[in-house]
């Protein structure tokens, strides 16, 4: 070939390209099933991004229907293996919210209960979300709000309770599935606060701690936790044979189903396979600090499994502190806990004002479920100031 016919066949090749149409967008999946094949995953999962929406439905929000506009959505995210997963969750936009501009705030959910009726999107669309007064406030406010499951969360529920390593990724997908979702309208550049208490608290502090590797675009101003296990080992433990004993069981059941390697059935005895399989069919919070309150693990099981080094490494791959959040950060704990101890809240604290985290730590006098509403206002008022753009007074 001449240079002339190369030099014509390169230019011929450019205007192609120029003039050519932009190839179509990838169309907004269709609403999902009315009923709850809804929260069972597609096999395979589809490809995409962490935050992708794989499919929605409206959702009558609850007790605030009138005021908002609502969805249920299944997103791709990451598990604790690193492995995409799908997973469940709401997203609620203010009907007077200017949706080009609205801040998003991800609200990790407290404890639920490992079975399917405990859904927290099953919670928020009949009305019996426990942590509705604080929703509330940041819908108050104008704010859109992200609500994740987390993982496992169907008609044959396989949770990842209190693992840090799932529930973060969760956290963070459940903003991009919001930001992503066609009908909600919000932007992709919004000011982003993660918020949660308890469980929530937990997974809201593994969710800052993963943002800056796993999802740098996320315009994120603040983290706000309370009741934070940031030390499983710790938290644990200290339940046995007390009120809070269902919590601890929940959290071997939540760690094996995480991690297949850690067997938790081949230490299980006959009473303890028994009762685990109760609880994950039937137990939501109420029945976790009830039926199975004062109860002991040596009922539970032949020996203590949960400390091979199988356990101890995925506890401590669990632990935080190990990567500090790069934004402010409201951290809150009831001096009288006697669900996740205080001491380990404290060390964890402490973590942070040593690695230069710009930190606020409040300490109340009572106990863990009270503070689930008497932490609201100050929460609130963190996440305006960081929304606002006010500078954050740390207080190590």
């Known amino acids: 070939m001449t240079a002339r016919r190369v030099l014509a066949a390169l230019v011929a090749l450019v205007l192609t390209a120029a003039f050519a149409p932009a190839a179509a967008a990838a169309p907004a999946p269709d609403p ?101 007064p604080g929703l509330d406030d940041l819908l108050d406010a104008g704010y859109a709000v992200a609500v994740p499951d987390y993982e496992g969360y169907q008609s044959t529920p396989k949770t990842t309770y209190v693992v840090g390593r799932s529930e973060g990724p969760a956290v963070i997908d459940a903003v991009r599935a919001a930001q992503r979702l066609g009908a909600a309208g919000l932007s992709t550049s919004a000011k982003v606060v993660f918020r949660g208490y308890s469980q929530g608290g937990g997974a809201a502090v593994w969710a800052g701690e993963l943002q800056p590797s796993y999802a740098p675009e996320l315009n994120l101003v603040g983290v706000a936790a309370g009741g934070v296990p940031a030390d499983l080992v710790q938290v644990t433990l200290q339940l046995d044979g007390k009120f809070g004993f269902g919590v601890f069981a929940y959290a071997l059941l939540g760690l094996d189903q995480a991690y297949p390697e850690l067997q938790l059935d081949s230490f299980l005895s006959d009473n303890g396979r028994a009762k685990l399989a109760e609880m994950k069919q ?23 499994g949960y400390i091979k ?31 996740v101890q205080f001491a380990q809240a404290d060390s964890l604290h402490k973590t942070y004002c040593a690695a230069g985290v710009q930190e606020t730590w409040k300490t109340y006098d009572t106990d863990h ?28």
């Open 32 to 132: 999902g099933p009315a009923d709850d094949s809804f929260y069972t995953p597609p096999s395979p999962l589809p490809a995409g991004r962490p935050g992708d929406v794989i499919r929605w439905r409206p959702s009558n929000a609850g007790p605030r229907k009138a005021s908002v506009d609502a969805w249920q959505v299944m997103y791709l995210s990451t598990d604790a293996l690193g492995r995409p997963d799908a997973v469940t969750g709401t997203v609620l936009v203010p009907k007077n919210a200017d949706r080009a501009t609205a801040p998003i705030v991800a609200f990790a959910p407290g404890t639920h209960g490992p079975a399917f009726a405990c859904t927290p999107s099953k919670m928020l669309g009949i009305g019996a979300f426990y942590e509705q």
């Open 309 to 339: 080094p199988a356990w101890v490494a995925r506890l401590t791959e669990n632990k935080l502190g190990g990567t500090p959040p790069r934004v402010p950060v409201f951290l809150y704990h009831a001096t009288g806990d006697q669900l």
């Open 282 to 304: 039937s137990a939501c919070t109420f029945e976790l600090l009830t039926t199975y309150a004062n109860q002991k693990i040596a009922d539970y099981t032949t020996g203590p």
């Open 369 to 396: 479920i009270t503070l689930v509403y008497t932490g609201n206002a100050d929460v609130l008022a963190f996440v305006k100031d960081r929304i606002a753009g006010k500078p954050a007074t740390a207080n190590c």
